[in-house]
């Protein structure tokens, strides 16, 4: 409890700093500045050995590599909290693992409902899944006392499991054809890093060399790259062998570059939305109503119903010093989505400009009202 508390202020931090690159993205995609804006995120980006050429836009390298680092350390806390901290009581992994199979479910049938009859628009199922949790701590942050820490653990929790649900949709669902040979290369060094774990072994360095050796592998595989990160974590020691925390010590590295400089970066590269290109009819089309319905509504009753299930079924207890308004008003910040939808979308649709940006406009304006809404909620009508 204790470490999942010490994160709160930074990753809330971190998100004031999406919020000023969105800002930032959204000023420049609108300006006499758009153009350079737009070579700028594509520009290729790679390098060549002999007769080999590895080249990517500099977007993909944002959305592939970066995100990676970000999964990465997401399966680090996983790790954490299953061997030692919150998720080592099974009773206390219910509650937000029931609360991230709902955000999924609804979210994805309210969007399916809608947009059933376009086989290309379905691609997009999985947009409005997606939970932003810096931008959510942020916005708690503000809240100050008047939300018990409980929530907020519960919130962080939650996260995981809908980051970890991300990453299976992923793997699963936005996944090309598959090259085998890549496949086998990734399977070696997976095999090696399970015997750098049993041996012990916590030179850093190593398990760099191996992780970035697994993201080339698996980025070539057609399977998406973050899955490498996620992979590489589970195999990361706990400890050296002098008792020193070593997981933590690499959790607590990656964790100011996570906050300050890569969701930031992937915020300013992905939303910038260029507002001239919207029409009226792509505001209201079945994507953009189904991202926007998605978000807004089916996360907050997703979430709720499936937490209030688990509740009343004696399977879990509510967050301590808690009450379910409180809990309603936490269930309404999950349909922030932001950074995580927009990468989402970037995978269902390839194209930023495929609907003219209504998909990411929707995106924007759900996590607006999501923030909005919940902050309001929780600050007038959520007291004890």
């Keep these: 409890?204790?470490?999942?508390?010490?994160?709160?202020?930074?990753?809330?931090?971190?998100?004031?700093?999406?919020?000023?690159s969105?800002?930032?993205?959204l000023i420049v995609a609108n300006n006499s500045h758009s153009a350079a804006y737009r070579e700028f995120i594509y520009l290729p980006m790679g390098f060549h050995i002999d007769s080999f050429i590895f080249s990517k836009p500099l977007l993909l390298w944002i959305n592939d590599g970066l995100i990676s680092i970000f999964f990465f350390a997401i399966g680090l806390e996983l790790k954490?909290?299953?061997?030692?901290?919150?998720?080592?009581?099974?009773?206390?992994i219910i509650l937000p693992l029931f609360?991230?199979?709902g955000g999924i479910i609804v979210p994805a049938?309210?969007?399916?409902?809608?947009?059933?009859?376009n086989e290309y628009v379905l691609r997009g199922w999985a947009i409005p899944t997606a939970t932003d949790t810096a931008f959510a701590l942020a916005i708690l942050l503000l809240l100050g006392k008047r939300i018990p820490s409980s929530l907020k653990i519960f919130l962080l929790s939650l996260a995981i499991f809908d980051d970890v649900g991300a990453i299976l949709i992923i793997a699963i669902f936005y996944t090309s054809d598959l090259h085998y040979l890549a496949l086998i290369g990734a399977g070696v060094i997976v095999f090696a890093l399970l015997l750098l774990n049993l041996f012990g072994i916590t030179r850093k360095s190593f398990y760099l060399i191996c992780s970035?050796?697994?993201?080339?592998?698996?980025?070539?595989?057609?399977?998406h790259a973050t899955l490498a990160g996620l992979i590489t974590a589970f195999f990361i020691p706990l400890y050296k062998k002098n008792g020193a925390h070593f997981l933590d010590e690499i959790l607590e590295g990656l964790r100011l570059w996570i906050n300050f400089v890569i969701l930031p970066i992937f915020a300013f590269a992905n939303a910038g939305v260029d507002f001239s290109k919207l029409k009226f009819s792509d505001i209201f089309s079945g994507v953009s109503i189904g991202i926007f319905l998605g978000l807004f509504v089916g996360k907050q009753v997703g979430v709720f119903i499936f937490s209030y299930i688990s509740v009343k079924l004696r399977l879990?207890?509510?967050?301590?010093?808690?009450?379910?308004?409180q809990l309603y008003g936490i269930c309404i910040l999950t349909g922030i989505g932001f950074t995580m939808s927009l990468f989402i979308d970037g995978l269902a649709y390839k194209v930023s400009d495929t609907f003219n940006?209504?998909?990411n406009f929707a995106i924007l304006l759900a996590s607006l009202c999501s923030g909005v809404f919940g902050y309001v909620f929780l600050r007038f009508f959520a007291n004890k």
């Design 1 to 20: 409890m204790n470490k999942i508390l010490s994160i709160i202020k930074d990753e809330s931090f971190g998100g004031i700093l999406l919020i000023i």
């Design 22 to 25: 969105t800002i930032l993205a």
């Design 80 to 92: 954490k909290e299953f061997c030692e901290g919150e998720f080592k009581n099974p009773r206390k």
């Design 99 to 101: 609360a991230a199979i």
């Design 109 to 117: 049938l309210i969007f399916v409902a809608i947009n059933f009859n």
């Design 212 to 223: 970035v050796l697994l993201w080339l592998t698996v980025l070539q595989s057609g399977v």
């Design 316 to 325: 879990s207890k509510l967050p301590e010093n808690s009450n379910f308004k």
């Design 357 to 359: 940006y209504a998909d």
